[in-house]
């Protein structure tokens, strides 16, 4: 399960800096003042409302980095690409890479959140030839939206807020990664085995998956960044925990490229980052590499 959330959710901070998501970073060789924000996939960006210093960043800030360039993957091209990456391969669905008493379970799972499971056929049409893991992005953050208490429209997510603020300021757009890479990371690396036992880890500890996402949505929007970590590092203790191989694929070996491409960036121009806030936490996180490069690191208030 643990591996599911880090997967889907990406967030946090290390060091005594919690109560903060958004930290200013100067010194060294960068052209003004930097900024950097953890963002959150399951948070309405109606909260930017309530981020001290985020007007501020925002007006100070010549260019904004996310993780990839949105409007890129808005492109035909890019958008078959990442399609095609969320679907099985030729030949397969569902019903060849589980069992029949899995494809049971996840058929019953999908009745639960939409009303009506994978053995109807016309769902199963529009789903049975997806990935594991792309359907279990789906069925979390309908599992989220079903039983959530806070405000979210998926079509006003944080992740995306910044670069349309960009674009409506005529501001230049970047990505710290590409789509290709993106798509290989989030959806090539992992066997489809290990995606199977990953969908079934959500199926069967329902309860739990929606305690944590709740947990980590509340510490979020609280701006909690240990409470965050803390939710994030949950275990099951059994093979639904994430390895620290999928660990370092997924977020400190991200972290680590980041931190090669961020110094030129923000030498070139005060840049506004905004990234999954659990790359801003711990050790190998962005707010103490940072720091270690020699810049000043500063929470905003």
């Not at 039983?147 to 807020?161: C, I, Q, R």
Request: glycine share 6%; net charge negative; proline share 4%.
């Amino acid at each position: 399960m643990k591996k599911t959330l880090t997967f889907i959710i990406a967030l946090l901070a290390a060091s005594s800096m919690n109560a903060q998501i958004l930290y200013k970073i100067t010194g060294k060789d960068a052209k003004g003042a930097s900024y950097i924000i953890g963002t959150y996939h399951l948070a309405d960006a109606s909260f930017t409302e309530k981020i001290p210093g985020l007007q501020t960043a925002l007006a100070e800030t010549e260019q904004v980095y996310g993780e990839v360039n949105m409007e890129n993957i808005m492109q035909p091209a890019s958008s078959q690409k990442m399609t095609a990456a969320m679907m099985l391969p030729e030949g397969q669905t569902l019903k060849t890479v589980l069992t029949p008493e899995q494809f049971g379970k996840v058929s019953a799972f999908a009745k639960e959140l939409m009303g009506v499971g994978l053995d109807n056929d016309m769902v199963f049409s529009q789903l049975g030839k997806m990935s594991p893991r792309a359907l279990a992005t789906q069925f979390t953050l309908l599992l989220f939206m079903k039983n959530s208490t806070t405000p979210f429209n998926p079509a006003n997510g944080l992740d995306n807020f910044f670069q349309m603020q960009a674009k409506q300021n005529n501001k230049p757009i970047g990505g710290l990664e590409t789509i290709d890479f993106q798509i290989e990371t989030l959806y090539k690396s992992t066997p489809i085995e290990r995606q199977v036992e990953e969908l079934i880890c959500l199926v069967d500890n329902k309860e739990y998956n929606l305690m944590m996402v709740q947990e980590i949505t509340k510490a979020f929007y609280a701006q909690d960044l240990q409470a965050i970590k803390k939710a994030a590092d949950e275990k099951l203790n059994n093979s639904c925990d994430s390895t620290p191989e999928e660990e370092e694929t997924l977020i400190y070996g991200r972290n680590d490229n980041w931190m090669k491409l961020m110094p030129s960036i923000m030498a070139e121009k005060p840049t506004f980052f905004a990234v999954g806030a659990l790359h801003l936490v711990g050790e190998r996180g962005m707010l103490a590499q940072l720091q270690k490069a020699g810049y000043t690191v500063t929470p905003c208030k």
